[in-house]
């Protein structure tokens, strides 16, 4: 696993944009995997900032997201306003689990077969939870999991209830499951503030722990942290 360390979230959002940027120019033909939340949006802002610079057609980006609230459309709407519609993802190309499926179990088998019929992830950018999820895998989950439906814990409602201030909160959510997202080719994640430092701290010296999803990462061939200095506190003090 490789570290990047960056100051602050600033120079992390540059620095995942030119990463992105890199494997989109680079490519014929490229399937992104996209989070949400408060740490990739300057990710995202700089992202179209170099798009509208490069003058670059995505006409060969396709993307799939990690997750989607039950009953909801917020990450729908936030990656329409911070993402697709900015950087110019052409709408057919992007791909977002529906959490108003009558059927929720098939709506999550119709989701696996959206990404095996991409042909996978090329690269999948992750965040990381306080208690150390990824996606919305959150503690206990199995490692093998594949697309799936989760009860959202106390501790992942709090941290994302500003998001919700004109309607309920969802408390599931349908998410990509760990297996699947450890069949991306690459996998980016990054973390940013002192709040992750304990997840962080566990995803480089802790050991495999289903209660610690993020840990799990290590048997990934192909990861980048990028991780300002906050993130890193707990990790640089034992060094």
């Not at 799939?64 to 329409?80: F, I, Q, T």
């Not at 077969?113 to 208690?131: C, P």
Request: with cysteine; hydrophobic share 35%.
């Amino acid at each position: 696993m490789k570290l990047i360390k960056v100051s602050g979230e600033e120079e992390l959002s540059r620095m995942a944009a030119e990463y992105v940027f890199s494997k989109i120019k680079n490519a014929d033909r490229v399937v992104l995997g996209l989070a949400t939340g408060r740490t990739p949006l300057g990710m995202y802002r700089h992202l179209s900032k170099y798009s509208k610079e490069y003058k670059l057609s995505l006409s060969h980006v396709h993307t799939v997201n990690l997750d989607e609230y039950v009953g909801s459309k917020a990450y729908h709407a936030y990656m329409h306003q911070n993402v697709f519609d900015p950087i110019g993802i052409p709408n057919h190309q992007t791909h977002i689990p529906d959490g108003y499926a009558v059927d929720l179990e098939k709506e999550c088998m119709r989701y696996e077969a959206v990404i095996q019929q991409l042909g996978g992830i090329d690269l999948q950018v992750l965040g990381i939870g306080e208690n150390g999820h990824i996606g919305f895998n959150e503690p206990g989950t199995d490692f093998s999991s594949r697309t799936h439906v989760v009860e959202l814990t106390e501790s992942t409602l709090s941290a994302n209830a500003k998001y919700f201030t004109r309607e309920k909160q969802p408390r599931k959510a349908i998410t990509m499951g760990i297996g699947t997202i450890l069949e991306s080719k690459e996998i980016l994640l990054l973390a940013a503030g002192l709040k992750k430092a304990h997840a962080v701290r566990e995803l480089f010296k802790g050991s495999l722990n289903e209660n610690i999803p993020a840990t799990v990462l290590n048997h990934h061939p192909n990861v980048t942290v990028i991780a300002d200095r906050g993130a890193r506190s707990l990790l640089e003090e034992e060094s």
